[in-house]
């Protein structure tokens, strides 16, 4: 199945600016979309963003106007620009794609491995 390589994030001062890359390896018939999630400590997984196959996007109301999602259809790799950042945005940051493996294969989702987030005032 296809792996998620996450890379980006970092320790930044808030105000500041990131970018992180979530890249799919390995085939994939299909995906229906490439999302971001984030997890703080001691809170639950919580939706950053979603690019579909077709470009339109989502964004949780915390980080719209701030954060923009991007996709490399060619290299099957999503990009999460956050800027502006603010403390409360520090997470662990997750990526996770939808897809079909196989035409005949039901849809699947597979997570990357995560990556720290961490803003300081």
């Known amino acids: 199945h296809p792996q998620l390589v996450q890379s980006g994030g970092g320790s930044v001062q808030a105000g500041g600016s990131l970018r992180l890359s979530c890249a799919a390896s390995?085939?994939?018939?299909?995906?229906?979309?490439m999302s971001w999630y984030r997890q703080a400590p001691g809170k639950e997984r919580e939706f950053v963003s979603n690019?579909?196959?077709?470009?339109?996007?989502n964004y949780a109301d915390s980080v719209k106007g701030r954060f923009t999602i991007s996709q490399d259809n060619a290299k099957n790799t999503a990009y999460l620009q956050m800027n502006r950042l603010k403390p409360e945005d520090t997470a662990m940051y997750y990526c996770?794609?939808?897809?079909?493996?196989?035409?005949?294969?039901?849809?699947?989702?597979?997570w990357g491995q995560g990556t720290q987030v961490t803003v300081s005032s």
């Open positions: 390995g085939y994939i018939y299909f995906i229906y979309d």
């Open positions: 690019i579909y196959s077709n470009g339109s996007t």
């Open positions: 996770k794609i939808t897809c079909k493996e196989y035409w005949s294969r039901p849809r699947v989702s597979h």
